[in-house]
């Protein structure tokens, strides 16, 4: 999910603080439709998207620039094929789980969306942390486990809504 900040923690928590609140406000069984947080999740999912290919094409960049003698090492040159096909690969599960929940009105769309949160979350997060270590070693790697630690929050706080929230029960059936 790419680098985050303290601003990116504070708006996820003051948004899943006004979740929490807003859903406590008058309980209406009838609730239903693609509406609500749905459509913010779906948004959101888009914006992830499109967040981590922007996000390697610049560290692509900023590496040709930097370090030009980089684009002649076979362990970069290998490394930067697998990075791309995984921040591809997240792009397309994140748009696919936004469509899913667009689309589709099968219980199976949410545990697919759910599916997709946690590949191109935490596994995801996981597996460019460790391509990076292995590749790189501690010469361009610190240790900052943010994004991990963010992804597995954030695919978390939507797993349960997706899973508890009655708008989700009476849309997807």
Known sequence: MGFW????????????LIAVWTSRRGKSANIGGYGGWLIALSVFLVFWAMQELAEFYRVRHEIAVLVPSA????????????????????????????????????????HRTI??????????????FVMAK????????????????????????????LLTSVRVKNTYI
Do not use: K
């Not at 696919?96 to 589709?104: K, Q, S, Y």
């Open 5 to 16: 900040s303290l601003w990116h923690f504070a708006i996820f928590i003051a948004m899943t």
């Open 71 to 110: 684009l002649e090492s076979p362990d970069y040159q290998e490394y930067i094929r697998y990075a791309l096909g995984l921040a591809w690969l997240e792009a397309f599960l994140l748009i696919g789980a936004a469509a899913m929940l667009t689309i589709n009105r099968h219980r199976r769309a949410v």
């Open 134 to 161: 292995t590749y790189f070693g501690d010469y361009l790697v610190e240790d900052d486990y943010s994004a991990m630690a963010a992804t597995v929050m954030f695919a978390t706080v939507w797993t349960c809504y």
């Open 115 to 128: 599916a997709a949160l946690w590949i191109a979350g935490p596994v995801a997060a996981l597996t460019e």
